[in-house]
């Protein structure tokens, strides 16, 4: 149980363009999904948590209008990146919590490289 | 800002061989949880410590929670080369947030 899933996996896109990137709780119902960002040979930074039906939160130091975040329903949580630059190339990986329990689990990553 | 320090960053033993990873902060997490993570997926978590002093054993893998519950240490007994990987600690608060370490490459040659 637990299994939380994200499409695609990889994508590569031009810059300039907007890319969106889902994230899936197969089996249970998320009050709260997490989106973090993971560069080459680091840890994991969050960037935004996002609550089904309501505005995500961003961290600090994350454009809101840039990753634009949608929890539309309790199963799943859409992450766009919008006008796609280089620098944004990363591992983005989503996580998942019910509301009974603390415990996140994550989804396998996507990786976005923009050429 | 709470800060969650992994050390060492980088380690490199041979098959057999025990390993402590030790991870620290000025902070008080509610919970701290360890993950492991290969190259291209996701963390997937080892285990979760709530209690100051806690100790927590997974088959070759023992985790202890600092009594003032700022630090955790999880200790590799006989290094397999199937455990190599990232491994990371999380420091949990009240917001469901989880505050991730900056991580240990772990290489265990055969």
């Known amino acids: 149980g637990a299994v939380v899933s994200q499409h695609p996996s990889w994508v590569i896109c031009k810059s300039g363009t907007s890319v969106k990137i889902e994230c899936r709780s197969l089996?249970?119902?998320?009050?709260?999904m997490f989106w973090y960002r993971q560069f080459p040979k680091q840890s994991l930074m969050l960037m935004a948590t996002?609550?089904?039906?309501?505005?995500?939160?961003?961290e600090q130091g994350v454009e809101k209008d840039k990753f634009l975040i949608n929890h539309a329903s309790l199963t799943l949580s859409t992450l766009t990146v919008t006008s796609a630059h280089p620098e944004d190339s990363s591992f983005y990986i989503c996580?998942?919590?019910?509301?009974?329990?603390?415990?996140?689990?994550f989804g396998p990553g996507t990786r976005l490289t923009v050429l | 800002t709470q800060l969650l320090e992994q050390s060492p960053q980088f380690l490199s033993i041979q098959e057999g061989e025990n390993l402590t990873v030790y991870c620290n902060s000025s902070?008080?997490?509610?919970?701290l949880q360890w993950y492991r993570q290969e190259p291209g997926e996701g963390p997937v978590l080892l285990v979760t410590?709530?209690?100051?002093?806690e100790v927590k054993k997974l088959k070759r893998l023992t985790f202890q929670f600092g009594d003032a519950r700022k630090d955790s240490s999880l200790h590799i007994t006989a290094a397999q080369p199937g455990d190599t990987g990232l491994y990371l600690c999380?420091?949990?608060?009240?917001?469901?947030?989880?505050?991730f370490g900056s991580g240990t490459r772990l290489l265990v040659r055969p």
């Open positions: 996580s998942a919590t019910t509301a009974t329990t603390d415990t996140q689990y």
């Open positions: 999380a420091g949990g608060g009240s917001s469901y947030k989880l505050i």
């Open positions: 089996d249970f119902q998320a009050t709260t």
């Open positions: 996002s609550n089904e039906g309501s505005k995500a939160t961003y």
């Open positions: 902070s008080v997490f509610s919970s």
């Open positions: 410590v709530v209690t100051g002093g």
